[in-house]
Each structure stands twice: as structure tokens, then as C-alpha cells.
């Protein structure tokens, strides 16, 4: 890997980083609004609710702006990009149908063992059980 691609990597990790707590910030805003205790920490959470609502839409433009498939007023792709678009399309698929095909497998293991562990558990609380009640009879005989 190129160390042009590992920077771009690392630029839209911390992106799309920014995105996610702005975003957050920006979500919880108004519930802090709500509880805010005085004047002036309901213009700071309003000021920094309205800074998290700038920076999000800024990081997504720049976001835009280094993914040029989602820029708004991006150019086309051309006809080479969307076979082979297709052609790794058409592969996902195949490769969705074998994981599917494992996964149930794994589904049916997972019921087999979960029904078996139910069973070793309750044969567990029946023994317990039984010893309670016989150590409480056995109490109850020689104490009464």
C-alpha cells in the first residue's frame, strides 16, 4: 500500500471521526438545551450545538471533495468504472450466497448447542434440587 493511499485512508478515518461526534454533539444538543441550568450555559450549549451543526456539514463537503463518487456536481464515471463496478457487484452476491449457506449452518449448530446446554442446565437444577429437598427431609425428620 502507497503511502498516498494510507494518508487518504487516514484523512477520511478521522473524517469521517469528526462526522460521528459532531454529529452526536449536534443530536444531543437539545437535551441540553433542555436541562440547561442558567442563561448563560444555555448560549453555550446553543453556541456549540450550532458550531457541531457547521463542522458536520463542513467535514461532509470536504468528505465529498476527497470521495469524488459522492461529490455534489461530481462528473460521471465512465463506462470502464461501472463494469467493473457490476463485475465486483455480481462477485459480492456469490460470495453472499456462501456465507449465507454458512451462516446456517452455524444457526443450526447454534440451536443444537443451545439446546443442549438447556438440557445439562435443567437436569443440573433437578439435581440440585433433589438434594435440597432431601437434606430438608432428612433436617426436618431428625429436628421435628
Not at 502507497?2 to 444538543?29: C, H, R
Request: some cysteine; hydrophobic content about 50%; overall charge neutral.
Amino acid at each position: 500500500m502507497t503511502l498516498s493511499i494510507q494518508n487518504e485512508k487516514m484523512a477520511l478515518g478521522l473524517i469521517e471521526g469528526g462526522l460521528t461526534l459532531s454529529g452526536v454533539l449536534a443530536a444531543l444538543t437539545p437535551l441540553a438545551l433542555w436541562v440547561s441550568w442558567s442563561e448563560l450555559i444555555f448560549y453555550l450549549v446553543l453556541s456549540v450545538g450550532c458550531g457541531a451543526f457547521v463542522v458536520f456539514v463542513g467535514l461532509a463537503r470536504l468528505r465529498g471533495f476527497i470521495v469524488p463518487d459522492h461529490a455534489p456536481g461530481g462528473k460521471a464515471a465512465d463506462f470502464a468504472n461501472l463494469t467493473q463496478r457490476r463485475i465486483d457487484w455480481e462477485q459480492l452476491q456469490e460470495d453472499d450466497r456462501e456465507v449465507r449457506i454458512r451462516q446456517r449452518s452455524i444457526k443450526g449448530d447454534a440451536k443444537r448447542e443451545f439446546g443442549y446446554m438447556i438440557r445439562i442446565t435443567s437436569f443440573l437444577i433437578l439435581v440440585v434440587g433433589l438434594l435440597f429437598l432431601a437434606l430438608w427431609a432428612t433436617m426436618e425428620f431428625l429436628y421435628s
